[in-house]
T-cell receptor, first 110, second 113 residues
Framework: KNEVEQSPQNLTAQEGEFITINCSYS?????LHWLQQHPGGGIVSLFM???GKKKHGRLIATINIQEKHSSLHITASHPRDSAVYIC????????????FGSGTQLTVLP | DTAVSQTPKYLVTQMGNDKSIKCEQN?????MYWYKQDSKKFLKIMFS???????INETVPNRFSPKSPDKAHLNLHINSLELGDSAVYFC????????????FGPGTRLTVL
């Protein structure tokens, strides 16, 4: 079983919908990252958080340390949000490398 | 002004060959990483390295070796390439603090024939 589990694996939404992607992890962590990988392949860091909530534009990321769970929300989704969203954690005591979830493929239809 | 760059972007080679992928970062970071993304898009750490220590994922074959000529570069050397090495390889870097985000290179798609 992977230490980081994401759901759903695939998500199709209509433009304008509110989207939630979930991430659960089974280990102690020092930080959690949300990454975006576009069809062209490049990976961009969206958020890094260790507690609470962060917001950037239409993106919101939350984390509940006690429940070992994080969510990524996209408000007013747009076709350009179509990408793979990846949750990754830095396991406590494991230096700085990341352990990744398997990703969520999001497709937003116009 | 690219933050993390990798060359080449595509690499096609025959089984048994030795090849290198170069990575450079101009962010002044002191820690660099190599990740492998398999055909199912799953990312996995291969190495993390700063001036003081190299941490190797124990699942990485010793045909793979990182070489760091200086703090801004971490190259990946692969000996005796195998079909299963075909993947996309990403370089990344981060700063000293344990809470710094990582910046990724554009990836190198390696195809072994």
């Amino acid at each position: 079983k992977n230490e980081v589990e994401q759901s759903p694996q695939n998500l199709t939404a209509q433009e304008g919908e509110f989207i939630t992607i979930n991430c659960s992890y089974s280990v102690g962590i020092s930080a959690l990252h949300w990454l975006q990988q576009h069809p062209g392949g490049g990976i961009v860091s969206l958020f890094m958080l260790s507690s609470g909530k962060k917001k950037h534009g239409r993106l919101i990321a939350t984390i509940n340390i006690q429940e070992k769970h994080s969510s990524l929300h996209i408000t007013a989704s747009h076709p350009r949000d179509s990408a793979v969203y990846i949750c990754a954690v830095r396991v406590r005591g494991s230096a700085r490398q990341l352990t990744f979830g398997s990703g969520t493929q999001l497709t937003v239809l116009p | 002004d690219t933050a993390v760059s990798q060359t080449p972007k595509y690499l096609v080679t025959q089984m048994g060959n030795d090849k290198s992928i170069k990575c450079e970062q101009n962010l002044g970071h002191d820690t660099m990483y190599w990740y492998k993304q398999d055909s199912k898009k799953f990312l996995k750490i291969m190495f993390s390295y700063n001036n003081k220590e190299l941490i190797i994922n124990e699942t990485v074959p010793n045909r793979f070796s990182p070489k760091s000529p200086d703090k801004a570069h971490l190259n990946l050397h692969i000996n005796s390439l195998e079909l299963g090495d075909s993947a996309v390889y990403f370089c990344a870097s981060s700063g000293t603090s344990g809470y710094n985000e990582q910046f990724f290179g554009p990836g190198t798609r390696l195809t072994v024939l």
